[in-house]
Structure formats: structure tokens, C-alpha cells
């Protein structure tokens, strides 16, 4: 069935110009289009709100940095029944929103899921960080790069979309693992390694490990130290305890 669904897409951006374009053009090339592409934006200085402009989404500029607050920022001025969040520097498979229209629509009960996610690059690193996010994926515990999605009216029996700088895509799982399996599609978007091959994987990996680590011993409250020590270590290497972040953070 043909739109069966109304669906929108939410793109949390910061000075993504570079990347944002490629990421609309495969959006607008799906097989069932969205019903509304919303690009959610963090205060960028680059031409990001042009570039998603000329490619016809709409733009929102959200008073607060950090990506779950600027899909939250979004969430409150639209009204689609099921959201997909999609990163800037994702390329889309042409068949994605037509199989998630597809599963939610075999499966009344499904909260949402993922559709799972591949490297834009050749390196056997990154086939091994794929099978293990597919694995957590299957288990109900996806990334917010692996194309995100959920039912909003049922999300909002949990509290809704996670209104937090960081870690809003591992209490999304949370949510939706709360409200039943989330489904795994199995229909990876594409995505840069840039984080990685500009820092290194080993570091990504470790922070990524400690950053997750920090959140579970302090929630919500551990967001904002969490969120200022992510972005510093595109700078520096970052040492901390997961204890002290936990009881530092300010939310």
C-alpha cells in the first residue's frame, strides 16, 4: 500500500552543509516518500539551513544544542504518526520508509526499531562494528545511526521522545524495549566513518564504551557532562570516571 502511513523524517543538524545534500537527495528518491522531511536545527553557521531549504524540507531552528533536544524541538511542531530519525550524513536505500510503513503496518503492536546500518568504507574494522550493532540491534538496543524509528502515540506511554543533549538513541531503545520488540528491518542506511577515521576507532570505541557506562550509573542527570566531554575529545583524549560524571551532571 502507497503512504498507508503518514511518516516524517527528522534530521537533527549542526554545520552539516558538507553532508546534508546527498542525505536529501536519497530521501527523495525513496519508493514512498515521506509525508514531511523536517530538518532540526542546532544554530549552524555554515549554509545547512539553505542546502535543506533548496532540497525541500523544513527547517526548525531549535533554542538548545544537541540532538535529542533538537528532535524533541521538532516533535512539537509536527504531527505524523510515526517519526524516523535519520543523521545528516546518512544515504538512505530507496525501499527504507516503504519497509518500515510495511512492518508497522503487519504489526499494530510494534513500538519501532531500526533498520541497521553499514560503513562507507572497505576497512574490516568496520564490518566487525557492524556485526556487533547488528547484534545489540536484535536484542532491542539500536544507535541513533542505524535509522531509528517509532509510533509516537505509543512512545508517549513511556514518556515520549527523550528530551537530552546525548544519549537520547539509547534511551529510545529503552523506551521502545518498555513498550515491546522493537523490530530489527535489516535494511542498513549508509553512513560515514568520519568520527572514527578522524579520531581513530580504538578511541571512539573507548569513549563510546565509557560514555554508555556513564549514562547507565546516571541517567538523565549525567547528560549535560556527558554531552561536553563527547564533543572535547574531537580535541583531546577525555579521562573520566563514570561515578563522577554521573553525579556532576546538571539536568
Not at 84 to 103: G, Q
Request: glycine share 8%; hydrophobic share 40%; proline share 5%.
Amino acid at each position: 500500500m502507497k503512504n498507508s502511513q503518514r511518516l516524517v523524517v527528522v534530521i537533527p543538524t549542526l554545520n552539516e552543509e558538507a553532508v546534508l545534500a546527498a542525505t536529501l537527495v536519497s530521501l527523495a528518491a525513496q519508493t514512498e516518500p515521506a509525508t514531511e522531511i523536517v530538518v532540526a536545527d542546532g544554530g549552524s553557521m555554515d549554509s545547512t539551513a539553505t542546502v535543506a531549504e533548496k532540497h525541500g524540507a523544513r527547517v526548525i531552528i531549535a533554542s538548545k544544542k544537541g540532538r535529542g533536544c533538537q528532535i524533541a524541538a521538532a516533535l512539537k511542531q509536527i504531527d505524523e504518526d510515526v517519526v524516523l530519525i535519520v543523521h545528516a550524513d546518512m544515504i538512505m536505500p530507496a525501499t527504507a520508509l516503504a519497509m518500515i510503513r510495511a512492518r508497522l503496518e503487519v504489526d499494530a503492536s510494534c513500538p519501532g526499531g531500526c533498520l541497521g546500518h553499514r560503513f562507507d568504507s572497505p576497512r574490516t574494522i568496520y564490518r566487525w562494528i557492524e556485526w556487533g550493532d547488528r547484534r545489540r540491534a536484535l536484542r532491542g538496543m539500536s544507535y541513533g545511526d542505524q535509522g531509528q524509528f517509532f509510533r509516537r502515540e505509543l512512545l508517549e506511554r513511556c514518556g515520549g521522545f527523550p528530551n537530552q543533549p546525548i544519549m537520547e538513541d539509547v534511551e529510545l531503545s529503552r523506551r521502545l524495549s518498555r513498550l515491546g520488540r522493537p523490530a530489527y528491518i535489516d535494511c542498513p542506511v549508509l553512513v560515514s566513518p568520519r568520527r572514527f577515521e578522524r579520531l581513530g576507532w580504538p578511541q571512539v570505541m573507548f569513549h563510546n564504551l565509557r560514555f554508555r557506562l556513564a549514562y547507565r550509573c546516571g541517567g538523565a542527570r549525567a547528560c549535560e557532562a556527558i554531552y561536553r566531554r563527547y564533543y572535547s575529545t574531537d580535541k583531546q583524549s577525555v579521562s573520566f570516571e563514570p561515578a563522577k560524571i554521573a553525579s556532576s551532571g546538571t539536568r
